[in-house]
């Protein structure tokens, strides 16, 4: 066997593992979509789906109390912003706590 058979045969063996790597991510992946629906797709599995619910739900909160604050929408007088920001920061902190609870628990 000369060196050029022995990199033809690597070569090819290379291809089917690579091919069959494919098709598993792809089986792998398809497995998750049915699994997960079209929910799934939006928060992510279950493992991920608290953080992102968590994180959406901060991100939320602090977009909309900055708009309310700064754009005088709704709310005109320092006792309205501040009744917004006493409703808003609870939900905030909760969330931003859970995701560094989630965190710092290895999960």
Known sequence: MNIDSINA????S???QARKESESFELASKRLDLESGWVGKIWGNDNNAPMNI??????VSLLL???FTATNFGCS????KYYIWSVL???ITT???FIIGKKSNGK
């Open 95 to 97: 969330a931003l706590g």
């Open 14 to 16: 290379d291809d089917i």
């Open 89 to 91: 920061s609870p939900i």
């Open 65 to 67: 109390g900055l708009v």
């Open 77 to 80: 007088d320092v006792k309205d």
């Open 54 to 59: 968590a994180g959406t739900l901060a991100m």
């Open 9 to 12: 045969q690597l070569g090819k």
